[in-house]
């Protein structure tokens, strides 16, 4: 097993007390892991063979040239469905670099289907999150009543819980919950959240009751904020009253996290099936 439940003490700094810069070095993800640009590099790389050998179609959901996603099925009749959002800090990546991370849950027998999404500055956070709710509305149209599970890394997490409401669970990998320290770093250059978005957009700030299981998973070396993120979600998501694990990956960082899903005797991919009730 390589996740574990609950979560230590993050260790983070009270982001408000830094300054503009520690701040977006707090959130640096790729300047934090060695080595982070060649795994992207081996991601595409895989995910090219992949998608020519897996691919089963691409739709649009939308008019924009990234209002696509793209479907891999596992062979299963009616089997459930996972919805895969990319990460990038909402202005990087496309859904094409990360088909390899299908190959676990479709093993597992889970259908999956990758969302793609445009990027800030072209489009502002509102309209990103609008578009994964109608990636969603396209899959769940065509589901037949089939389980959908909406999950995601990174920026791709955020996106993930704050749709979960339009799926029957989510799974938030590494994910950004709260957008307050967000709008004080070099990220904000191309996002530009206003006070509104950051209120409206914030899964944190949205837990109805009644709502998704979430599972929220995280590295257990990753940066300290990317820890406190994932751990008052789910801390806030408890007392709330809402259902979903806390599972830290022992040794991993903000990349290394995701091999848990791409193989299909990772914990995320087996967390994924357990989602998908099979």
Same mark, same amino acid.
């Given at each position: 097993?390589?996740?574990?439940?609950?979560?230590? &003490?993050?260790?983070?700094?009270?982001?408000?007390?830094?300054?503009?810069?520690?701040?977006?070095?707090?959130?640096?993800?790729?300047?934090?892991?060695?080595?982070?640009?060649?795994?992207?590099?081996?991601?595409?790389?895989?995910?090219?063979?992949?998608?020519?050998?897996?691919?089963?179609?691409?739709?649009? @959901?939308?008019?924009?040239?990234?209002?696509?996603?793209?479907?891999?099925?596992?062979?299963?009749?009616?089997?459930?469905? !996972?919805?895969?959002?990319?990460?990038? @800090?909402?202005?990087?990546?496309?859904?094409?670099?990360?088909?390899?991370?299908?190959?676990?849950?479709?093993?597992?027998?889970?259908?999956?289907?990758?969302?793609?999404?445009?990027?800030?500055?072209?489009?502002?956070?509102?309209?990103?999150?609008? &578009?994964?709710?109608?990636?969603?509305?396209?899959?769940?149209?065509?589901?037949?009543?089939?389980?959908?599970? /909406?999950?995601?890394?990174?920026?791709?997490?955020?996106?993930?819980?704050?749709?979960a409401d339009a799926a029957d669970a989510g799974l938030a990998i590494s994910g950004i919950f709260e957008l307050a320290p967000i709008a004080r770093t070099g990220l904000d250059?191309? !996002?530009?959240?206003?006070?509104?978005?950051?209120?409206?957009?914030?899964?944190?700030?949205?837990?109805?009751?009644?709502?998704?299981?979430?599972?929220? /998973?995280?590295?257990?070396?990753? !940066?300290?904020?990317?820890?406190?993120?994932?751990?008052?979600?789910?801390?806030?998501? /408890?007392?709330?009253? !809402?259902?979903g694990p806390l599972l830290a990956v022992p040794g991993a960082q903000h990349f290394s996290v995701l091999d848990g899903l791409m193989r299909p005797d990772g914990g995320i991919?087996?967390?994924?099936?357990?989602?998908?009730?099979?």
């Amino acid at each position: 097993m390589d996740t574990a439940p609950d979560a230590p &003490e993050t260790g983070a700094a009270d982001w408000r007390s830094l300054d503009r810069a520690a701040l977006s070095r707090a959130y640096d993800n790729s300047g934090a892991v060695p080595g982070s640009a060649e795994t992207v590099a081996a991601w595409r790389a895989q995910s090219a063979a992949f998608r020519e050998a897996r691919l089963d179609a691409e739709r649009a @959901y939308g008019p924009g040239p990234r209002q696509r996603l793209d479907l891999y099925r596992c062979g299963a009749p009616s089997a459930p469905l !996972l919805a895969f959002i990319h990460g990038g @800090y909402w202005q990087r990546n496309a859904k094409e670099g990360f088909s390899c991370m299908a190959a676990g849950p479709l093993a597992l027998g889970l259908d999956v289907a990758m969302i793609g999404y445009t990027l800030a500055p072209e489009a502002s956070l509102s309209e990103i999150a609008a &578009e994964i709710r109608a990636a969603l509305r396209l899959l769940r149209s065509e589901s037949r009543g089939r389980r959908l599970v /909406v999950s995601g890394w990174s920026a791709g997490g955020h996106l993930a819980a704050l749709a979960a409401d339009a799926a029957d669970a989510g799974l938030a990998i590494s994910g950004i919950f709260e957008l307050a320290p967000i709008a004080r770093t070099g990220l904000d250059d191309a !996002l530009r959240l206003s006070a509104e978005e950051i209120a409206a957009l914030s899964p944190i700030r949205h837990l109805a009751p009644g709502g998704p299981p979430v599972s929220v /998973v995280y590295g257990a070396e990753e !940066l300290p904020e990317l820890r406190r993120q994932s751990t008052a979600y789910h801390a806030a998501r /408890v007392a709330a009253g !809402l259902a979903g694990p806390l599972l830290a990956v022992p040794g991993a960082q903000h990349f290394s996290v995701l091999d848990g899903l791409m193989r299909p005797d990772g914990g995320i991919a087996r967390e994924a099936a357990r989602l998908a009730a099979l």
